[in-house]
């Protein structure tokens, strides 16, 4: 590996020390100072820098930079002005009083020049020095999992503001980075309905001829890039990024027209497009082309606009494992394994118990955790949810041997018909039987008869219905509470809650690091009892960050 030698910051003066020497042990900073190393970061991050030209901060200090910045919830500029005046912050990072280097720039490019995964990789060497030292680790563990919605603050537009939106980060880019073809773009295509306004008292028919304009110039936006006389300038554009962003926005364009329009009255030049009725329109609709990432999602009857992360926590040390973003309307438990699985392979751990909400109970988590030799505590999905008031399926007995199902009328049937999709058989009681039941009121509605749904997962479902009525199952759930206060330190005390980037992989650097800054927290928590305020009696193996010699 290539050798990057990088900058070194002037050597404290006495003046330096004096001042550090008589300021207060911070509770946080100064011990995790000494618990910790960051010199990993050096080593994991040399291949983003050239061993020529100037010579770049270390990538310890800017992870520490980071993890102060999270910890604080502060914005760029805000770490800017909090490293020029904080003692604390320039002590643990090593820093001269005087020092005044680093800018909101500065702190920003690191971001996306690291990356997700090299910030993953930085939570995993931290895990990896807890565990060394005893800190979590244990395979006889709980793992508790869980979820939580993030606020992405994106503003609810309708499909014309949707649209034009798509169409002008078209056309900011394309004036951005390719002055020949926007000039060109100008005199081909007019662009004034941009800026045209709708009347004081607009009519229905203005309201859909305006749409349609709109649409129309967005299609036409999009042919106009395919013509024989554009593509040979566009496909011989030098700077691929921006090539490559150009084709991320048409694509992005193109999605919203077909998500929410649908061709009008071939007749009418005025009708030629239409908004598509919102019942149409997909649920996995993009809602935003600034953030192309976020989704909506509810709970409890709020409406969320961004992400879900997903968590994973040891309950015996309250370290967070594993945090990874992922889209707000997808469901929980589709990533269980997989979140499992990563924890397994980078740290060779494995619990004894995982504990979840019924959102992860699904059949084949159930039985794959049960082959790997782990319990699996999850409450069942929909058995104590009967609203109808009718029979549910726990009312009737299923023979596996036989592949049949009697009802509690006593009926047996063996007609049956298998749910690929919900991986399942379901079985069909005749309509001429079940009008003629005695017990029909309280079985079903249905004039075709009764059906009941019987699982692949049939056993494992039976297993756990037994398993959570046992009092181990009760204390499990009981101990699930824990995460939710995780949940609630990551969300709003370190500022997951509300998104302050506008793609997924950048708010997935902001998890990583906001699960380093929990994780910290809890380190030297565990290594000495957390105080509020300051330590003012120097300990005895308190020493001060001194740097080497340039």
Known sequence: MKQVRYKQLDQMSFADLEVYSVLPEHPVWSRAAELLDFSFADEICAPLYSTRGPKPYAPSLKLKLHIVQRYYNLSDREMEERVIGDLFIKRFLGLPVSFIGFDHSTIGLDQERMGSALFDACHHHILAQAKQK????DNKDIWLVDSF?????????????????????????LKRAHRVLYRQLGLELDLKLLIAKLPADPTPEDVTATFSRLVVLAYGLLHWFEKETIRPIFWSWQDRDRQLASLERQAILFRILTENTMPGDPDDPNDAFRKRPRKDRPANQLLSSVDPDARVSKKRSITYRGDKIQVVMSAANDMVLVAEPIAGNETDGDRLQELLDVVQQKHGVKPAIVVTDSAYGRGYHRRDLKIKGITFAAPLQGVSDNFTGLYSNENFSYDVEAGTVTCPAGQVTQKKSYNRKLEGTQYHFPKTTCLACRLREQCTASVHGRKVFISDYYDEFQEAKAFNETEQAKQLFQLRNSIERKNNELKNHNG???????TREKRRVYVKVVSMVVNLKQFVKQRNPLTLGFVRKRSSGFSLPILPAS
């Open 496 to 502: 997951l809650g509300h998104a302050r980037t506008r």
């Open 149 to 173: 919605h993030t606020n992405g603050h994106i503003a609810r537009l309708s499909a014309y503001r949707l649209i034009k939106q798509a169409v002008l980060r078209v056309l900011s880019h």
């Open 134 to 137: 005893g800190l979590w680790g």
